[in-house]
């Protein structure tokens, strides 16, 4: 009896030790990427930055307005076409497809979908879209995004709506209200901090993507605010920079970096604020 309790506090001690060092190594490497931005790229921010088009290669100063400008419109645009489809489809799984066959399909799609390289969206994207138009376009560049951002506000919206008591649901039936009313009126209504929630973290999700916009929005050296037309990001603007020759590309790359990265670190830290403040 005596061995087997000094037994398991041994196993309890090693595997305590091991995950301690295994989070230990994970934060270390992330506040190591974190820290190095911060040195190398806080120092580069300046108006121009934001104000100013690129000069041309090897030429001091310029901005990156073109990359942000554009940036913004392709993740709105994938923002807008991606968050109703994605509540939509979260209301279905949860209020009316719940068990069913095809709700359990669709599961099954939303998972697989969740856990496909980005890459892959942007080629099915690029032979859908760019192909047949032939040119390279911002649409299509929300069209991909808003294709990865889908499955984060299904699944999102779906456990959300799943933690609205039935008694909600009965309460409101008993009233007089129809279905659809309970949905949207009611339930969605319950969990709308949870539902706003995935949105952001599918905001997030999306504003670090390079992969797809390479095969669909693919880059432009000038400001445009036509989506018909190639379009910059800054996510496309930063690989391009950071392979270049020149130093002055390295130093718009490593800002362009800081403000992409906190900024999606901001957004992930306030989703997660507004789900904890939701369980309590």
Do not use: C
């Amino acid at each position: 009896m005596a061995t087997n309790k000094l037994k398991r506090k041994v196993e309890n001690y090693v595997f305590l030790t091991l995950s301690l060092f295994s989070a230990v190594f994970g934060l270390f490497f992330l506040f190591w990427i974190l820290g190095d931005l911060f040195i190398n790229g806080f120092k580069y921010i300046n108006i121009d930055l934001f104000t100013k088009d690129p000069v041309p290669p090897g030429m001091e100063g310029g901005g990156l307005k073109h990359a942000f400008i554009g940036h913004i419109i392709i993740t709105f645009l994938g923002t807008v076409i991606g968050t109703p489809i994605g509540i939509l489809a979260g209301i279905y799984f949860a209020e009316y497809g719940r068990n069913s066959k095809i709700a359990r399909i669709g599961r099954n799609i939303v998972d697989i979908m969740v856990s496909n390289p980005s890459i892959v969206i942007g080629a099915v994207v690029y032979a859908i879209l760019v192909k047949p138009v032939g040119h390279f376009m911002g649409i299509a560049g929300g069209v991909a995004l808003a294709l990865l951002m889908i499955p984060v506000i299904v699944i999102t919206t779906d456990e959300m709506m799943k933690l609205v008591p039935k008694e909600t649901r009965e309460a409101a039936y008993a009233l007089g209200a129809q279905p659809w009313q309970v949905s949207f009126q009611v339930v969605l209504r319950a969990a709308k901090v949870g539902v706003l929630t995935g949105v952001i973290l599918g905001v997030a999700r999306i504003s670090g993507e390079t992969a797809p916009l390479l095969f669909t929005a693919f880059n432009n050296s000038f400001t445009t605010l036509d989506p018909t037309k190639p379009m910059a990001s800054l996510t496309v603007t930063v690989f391009q920079y950071a392979m270049g020759p020149y130093d002055e590309w390295h130093r718009q790359a490593w800002a362009a970096s800081f403000i992409l990265t906190f900024g999606v670190l901001i957004a992930s830290i306030t989703a997660r604020y507004l789900i904890q403040r939701k369980k309590h």
